[in-house]
């Protein structure tokens, strides 16, 4: 596995459970011939004040970038078309779609056939032109073997 894309999806889970305070949350990783694929089951989350941190420290927030070169963030809640996105760090951007909590907004445009970037790593591809604030999922993105 590589250790660049392994830290930063340990970043988005310690961010998950420690801020977002999910009250389940189950790391679960893969082995698929080669590669790893790795899932983050979380339920009943809620923007609570946990530990040190202040309401006003994850109040905002509705994407987490999970790395700086990413082009992508998770949504932490459902999105509606219209809505201003606030992202971890501290960019504002505006759904196009609907965005289902833990799926992927763009945060550039993405050309057709242009990668698409999360945990700092190429994870597909875009099947057409995404542009920012859209939904990225299967309808729109690749991923090739």
């Known amino acids: 596995m590589n250790r660049t894309y392994f830290w930063s999806f340990l970043r988005l889970f310690s961010f998950l459970v420690g ?32 530990g040190n941190l202040e309401m006003n420290d994850t109040a905002g927030i509705k994407a987490l970038l999970i790395h700086p070169r990413d082009n992508v963030a998770v949504a932490l809640e459902d999105v509606s078309p219209g809505a201003q996105v606030p992202l971890s760090d501290g960019r504002v951007v505006t759904a196009k779609t609907e965005i289902p909590q833990a799926h992927k907004i763009a945060l550039k445009r993405i050309d057709s056939g242009g990668a698409v970037v999360k945990y700092g790593e190429i994870i597909g591809f875009a099947k057409l032109v995404i542009e920012e604030g859209e939904w990225v999922h299967t309808h729109n993105l690749s991923y090739e073997e």
């Open 19 to 50: 801020n977002v305070c999910c009250r389940k949350a189950i790391l679960v990783v893969l082995k698929n011939s080669s590669s790893y694929i790795t899932f983050v089951m979380f339920s009943a989350c809620q923007k609570l004040p946990r």
